[in-house]
């Protein structure tokens, strides 16, 4: 696989004998906070104790950072006792894991290395922990502020795809206040797309949550307020007959795609349930698709990921129209699930890269990614 081999060249230098020092955030304030959870515990089994020297630092739904001895399983069981309340300053060159005192003194319990951020969705993906880290001059996996922060809001990254003349389908964007001041106007708008059905889903969330397929006017009604509850700002999409194909993305500046697979949701479409609960959802992977089909999906997932300025990794999934056999970008997740059975390490799984080699090359993009950053001149001074 010569595509995939080409785009790795970049991490070969970062390799070094002594432990690399990893802190592993995972939890959060999002309403994907369980997902997170599961692919937390999926990357710490991958990270290889021989090579990472690992602390774990586990965050409430309230936002409360703690750190200690089996963070995830107490953050699971809600038990937090024996956990410390930690936090990561925005102070360069001083910029280690903290543990507060119970009268507020910090100190520091070790430095750091890399972040590799486990968290999906809103405080985590859609960068502002990347901001924070950016601040603190941290190595951290993944894309910065401004690829999380596109990626994160569906309507901005639609927009971003159709100026690089990557195909979406046609979508409205709806605010919540719109909806609290006049629903008909909205629902107006919104049939404007032409004959139901229709996706609502919120513009800042991912895992399928909050996400209806709506066939009629008082569906529509009820997926809005769904929609709402997550977001202040939401889209609906006009409805396709569609296979969906997933691929996944990783690199710096020389992104590769992995083989494509398709999902083949147990439920009317990949909701939540049908990612995470319902095991009647299948994986195709590879796909069953024509070969110019599978590069075409290939090609314009990295140019969706160089559009964005991402890093790291991404999972880019995709629209095959089953009538006209038009290929539509649907959603980029720069942290994307990270679970046994989740596609991302799924398809680089059947790519040739096994799950540790995975996180591994993660860990050395992130190290790669602040190595540029470094190289980045900060100051100017004008000759007088």
């Known amino acids: 696989m010569s595509w995939l081999v080409s785009g790795m060249s970049e991490m070969r230098s970062m390799k070094n004998s002594s432990k690399t020092k990893i802190v592993v955030i995972f939890g959060g304030r999002s309403g994907e906070h369980a997902v997170s959870l599961e692919s937390a515990g999926f990357v710490l089994s991958q990270l290889d104790p021989q090579k990472y020297e690992i602390t774990q630092v586990g965050i409430t739904r309230e936002g409360e950072w703690f750190t200690?001895?089996?963070?995830?399983?107490?953050?699971k069981s809600g038990d937090l006792s024996g956990l410390d309340k930690a936090v990561i300053l925005p102070l360069p060159g001083d910029a280690?894991?903290?543990?507060?005192?119970?009268?507020?003194?910090?100190?520091?319990?070790?430095?750091?290395?890399?972040?590799?951020p486990v968290l999906h969705g809103t405080f985590g993906e859609?960068?502002?922990?990347?901001?924070?880290?950016?601040?603190?001059?941290?190595?951290?996996?993944?894309?910065?502020?401004?690829?999380?922060?596109?990626?994160?809001?569906?309507?901005?990254?639609?927009?971003?795809?159709?100026?690089n003349q990557i195909p979406v389908v046609d979508t409205v964007l709806?605010?919540?206040?719109?909806?609290?001041?006049?629903?008909q106007s909205v629902i107006n708008r919104v049939e404007g797309l032409g004959e139901y059905p229709y996706f609502v889903k919120p513009a800042n969330l991912g895992s399928s949550v909050g996400i209806s397929k709506v066939k009629n006017r008082s569906d529509l009604l009820e997926g809005?307020?769904?929609?709402?509850?997550?977001?202040?700002r939401m889209i609906v999409q006009k409805g396709h007959v569609v296979r969906e194909i997933e691929v996944s993305v990783m690199g710096n500046d020389q992104p590769v795609a992995s083989v494509c697979g398709e999902v083949l949701p147990g439920e009317e479409f990949y909701s939540y349930d049908a990612k995470y609960h319902d095991h009647s959802?299948?994986?195709?992977?590879?796909?069953?698709?024509?070969?110019?089909?599978?590069?075409?999906?290939?090609?314009?997932?990295?140019?969706?990921?160089?559009?964005?300025?991402?890093?790291?990794?991404?999972r880019v999934d995709f629209f095959l129209d089953k009538n006209s056999g038009e290929v539509y970008l649907n959603e980029l997740n720069t942290i994307p699930?990270?679970?046994?059975?989740?596609?991302?390490?799924?398809?680089?799984?059947?790519?040739?890269v096994e799950n540790q080699e995975l996180v591994d090359r993660l860990v050395a993009f992130a190290q790669a990614r602040k190595a540029q950053r470094d190289a980045t001149k900060r100051n100017f001074m004008r000759n007088e």
């Open 68 to 75: 200690g001895e089996d963070a995830l399983g107490r953050l």
């Open 96 to 116: 280690g894991l903290n543990v507060i005192s119970e009268t507020g003194q910090l100190s520091q319990v070790t430095d750091i290395d890399v972040v590799f």
């Open 126 to 163: 859609d960068g502002t922990l990347q901001g924070l880290l950016e601040m603190a001059d941290l190595a951290y996996v993944g894309s910065g502020v401004t690829g999380s922060a596109a990626g994160m809001d569906k309507m901005i990254f639609f927009d971003l795809m159709r100026a």
């Open 174 to 183: 709806v605010l919540r206040s719109e909806i609290e001041a006049d629903m």
């Open 224 to 232: 809005l307020m769904e929609a709402s509850a997550y977001d202040r």
């Open 281 to 314: 959802s299948k994986t195709l992977i590879p796909a069953e698709i024509p070969e110019a089909v599978a590069d075409r999906i290939r090609n314009l997932a990295v140019k969706a990921y160089k559009a964005c300025d991402l890093a790291g990794l991404a």
């Open 337 to 352: 699930g990270f679970t046994s059975i989740s596609m991302f390490p799924m398809l680089w799984k059947a790519s040739g």
